[in-house]
């Protein structure tokens, strides 16, 4: 199996901490986002949407980090993704939650229109609207994230067990990192992601992350404290 990745991106992080954490045999092709690889013709015959990450497993080419996850943790036969139907059904509802209304606002809105050039508004009184409603936004999905889904003493999203869902969701929260969101008015998630946080391989898996983190660190951004 090859993965396309690249090892600061939010959806190639929570493929690269499972495959470290289940011992998962694949080998790591790096693209580089930064120049404008997955523009180019020779990637974009991989996967026509120009993006990583992208499966390769021996022809079958997968995209969506979602979707390689659940490939990967049923490859694997990995207790991550549940066979009983209603907790597989509460994982894949996590994972959707995650990627869609929450992400949105905050990934799209808040964080991506501040450090990412491709996602910037045309003029910066549109890119100031965009944050300051991806901010407030955002701070909904937080309280929903904190209280319902890591609230009743959860310790992970889908309860007291990992899920590849706590793996998913562990990519697009650390991404406020880079604008400096803190997680300190969220106990619960804060929490969470101490946990995450811990686990073996999250260090060398993230080191690329914290210094790209550093790279921006000396600069203002919109966060949602
Ligand atoms: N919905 C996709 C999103 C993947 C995505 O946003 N990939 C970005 C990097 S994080 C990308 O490949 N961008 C290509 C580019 O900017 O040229 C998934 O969940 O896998």
Sequence with gaps: MKLYIHRVAVFSRPLTLFIAENNVD????????????CQQDAFAKLNRSKQIPVLDDDGFILTECSAILKYLADKVDSPTYPKDLKKRARVN????????????EYGYHLVYPQILPNHKRQTDEAN???????????????????????????????????????YFASGPITAGELIGVRFDDFPNLARWVETMKSLPSWEPVHAPFNEFKAMLSDQTFVTLN
């Design 93 to 104: 509802e996590a994972m959707d939650w995650v990627n869609t209304g929450f992400y949105r």
């Design 128 to 166: 100031r609207l965009t944050v300051e409603s991806g901010r407030d936004n955002a701070k909904a999905w937080f309280e929903i994230l904190d209280s319902h889904w890591l609230g009743a003493g959860n310790r992970y999203l889908c309860g007291n067990d990992v899920t590849i869902a706590d």
């Design 26 to 37: 694949a080998e790591i092709v790096d693209v580089d986002v930064f120049a404008g690889e």
